[in-house]
Each structure stands twice: as C-alpha cells, then as structure tokens.
T-cell receptor
C-alpha cells in the first residue's frame, strides 16, 4: 500500500504571496490532518478533515485554510504569507471515524516552505 | 499554553546503554499517549503507545511508562543503537464529544543521538 504523499516537497515563496500544498492519504483513509512543525515548537495542529468536512481546527489565523475532496485528497492554503510561516508542513492520514477510539495517524514526508 | 512538554531538547547516549526520554502533560483528559520517531526529511513514524488504563507497554527494545498521578510518561530504549538517532515526539490524545474525532497534541521533541 502506498504511503501518504505530499507535493511539492520544497517551496520558496516571498512575503505576501499565497501557497497551496497537497496531500494524498493512504488508500481507504478518510481522515486527513495537517500540522506545522517549527524548531522548538514541535508539531502544531492546524486542522483535520473527514469526508470533505473540517472536523477539528487548531489555533491558527484565518490565513490558513484547507479543503478535502471526494477522493479524500486534501489541500492546504496559506494566504498573505509571513516570514514566520516558514516551516515544515506535515499531513497525516488515518481511518479515524467517530467511534472515539484512537486510530493511528500515518504521516507524509512533509512540504518544506521557506518564506523570504 | 503547552499541554505536552518535552523539557530536554537533546540527549546523547552511548551505544548499548539505556536511553530515557521524558514527557510531561497537563491535561487530565488525555487518555492515550504515543511516541513518534522522526528522521530528517521524513515524516514522523509511530513507535509505541499506551492507554491510560495501563502503566507500562513494551515492544522489543522500546518500553513506555505512564505515571498518571505525576502526569508523566517516559520512553526507554534498551539497548540503544546508532540507528535510533532521531527526533522523538511525545503525543497525547483525549476523547472528545460524540461525533468529534480525537486529535493529537505533540510535544516539541527530543533529539536523541546514540554514539557508537
């Protein structure tokens, strides 16, 4: 089974621009979560999508948005980029339904975004 | 407010010795805990987990201990191998209201270096 894929792997943008990152989950996984990783901050949860609906949201400004398509692929968009948005953006997929039990999250390799 | 804390950003251990990575949490609603391992240029991979109904879980060279009264968990690696050198993230999850999915709250990570 193919793992979680993220494109592009590396991206360089300038302040004020916008960016769209893509994530393809493991086949059969309907939940996709996005995280931002910066040095010293660990992984900060951005949001989670399940069946094309945003189910959970972290404490990030509205410049960060996402969506999920019917095939479970997800995109994340950041508008009006700031220098502090430079980070590794990780996507994770899981079977996670609504039963309340935990289902393992499988991570992609991430997209390294550099804002100049 | 960091609900999951890894106070040691780095740890160096000699090959063959024990590595102990620590993690503290503040949210008493967390009932499931995980350790992830991350190599450079790769996404985090699941290592081991423990439910709050247990105080120990073992998988080969890896053992996780949970002390609920102290809100503390630790990962023991015995014996440590150079290939274990990576960043280790502690994560916690809480049951949410009906219909909502669990999410993971991560610590900031500890860089483990195993010296040959």
């Amino acid at each position: 089974k193919a793992g979680v894929t993220q494109t592009p792997r590396y991206l360089i943008k300038t302040r004020g621009q916008q960016v769209t990152l893509s994530c393809s989950p493991i086949s059969g996984h309907r939940s996709v979560s996005w995280y931002q990783q910066t040095p010293g901050q660990g992984l900060q949860f951005l949001f989670e999508y399940f069946s094309e609906t945003q189910r959970n949201k972290g404490n990030f400004p509205g410049r960060f948005s996402g969506r999920q398509f019917s095939n479970s692929r997800s995109e994340m968009n950041v508008s009006t980029l700031e220098l502090g948005d430079s980070a590794l953006y990780l996507c994770a997929s899981s079977l996670q339904g609504t039963s309340g039990s935990y289902n393992e999250q499988f991570f992609g390799p991430g997209t390294r975004l550099t804002v100049l | 407010d960091q609900q999951v804390k890894q106070n040691s950003p780095s740890l160096s251990v000699q090959e063959g010795r024990i590595s102990i990575l620590n993690c503290d949490y503040t949210n008493s609603m967390f009932d499931y805990f995980l350790w992830y391992k991350k190599y450079p240029a790769e996404g985090p991979t699941f290592l081991i987990s423990i439910s709050s109904i247990k105080d120990k879980n073992e998988d080969g060279r890896f053992t996780v201990f949970l002390n609920k009264s102290a809100k503390h968990l630790s990962l023991h690696i015995v014996p440590s191998q150079p290939g274990d050198s990576a960043v280790y993230f502690c994560a916690a999850s809480a049951r949410r209201s009906s219909g909502s999915a669990r999410q993971l709250t991560f610590g900031s990570g500890t860089q483990l270096t195993v010296l040959p």
